[in-house]
């Protein structure tokens, strides 16, 4: 079965930077979009930044000037570069993979990773 493994998540002082990564697993032909949501302590899950197999990104206001989103295709993986945290930026963070052609089948699908925890202190 597909799976995406999330790494990067940790602790950081405010002003500081992280980066993340995502690795998707399996007998996986394409991936359509890779992307990022977040979900603060007592909120819903929100949008950071997705990516298409083309490069176009799509970023969250509130992120767009201090995070960058990249992918590398060859290896299923996406990368969010996230700089100047700020402590609203604590959260969950989650990848998504839509899109997702297993090899052989016709069908796409879509998945999430378990979650990784980025937290920004003050």
């Known amino acids: 079965q597909v799976q995406l493994v999330e790494s990067g998540g940790g602790l950081v002082q405010a002003g500081g930077s992280l980066r993340l990564a995502c690795a998707a697993s399996?007998?996986?032909?394409?991936?359509?979009?890779m992307g990022w949501y977040r979900q603060p302590p007592g909120k819903q899950r929100e949008l950071v930044a997705t990516?298409?197999?083309?490069?176009?990104?799509n970023y969250a206001d509130s992120v767009k000037a201090r995070f960058t989103i990249s992918r590398d295709n060859s290896k299923n993986t996406v990368y969010p570069q996230m700089s100047s945290l700020k402590p609203e930026d604590t959260a969950v963070y989650y990848c998504?993979?839509?899109?997702?052609?297993?090899?052989?089948?016709?069908?796409?699908?879509?998945?999430w990773g378990q979650g990784t925890q980025v937290t920004v202190s003050s």
């Open positions: 998504n993979a839509d899109g997702v052609k297993i090899t052989g089948l016709s069908m796409k699908y879509h998945y």
């Open positions: 990516i298409t197999s083309g490069g176009i990104t």
């Open positions: 399996g007998s996986i032909f394409s991936i359509d979009v």
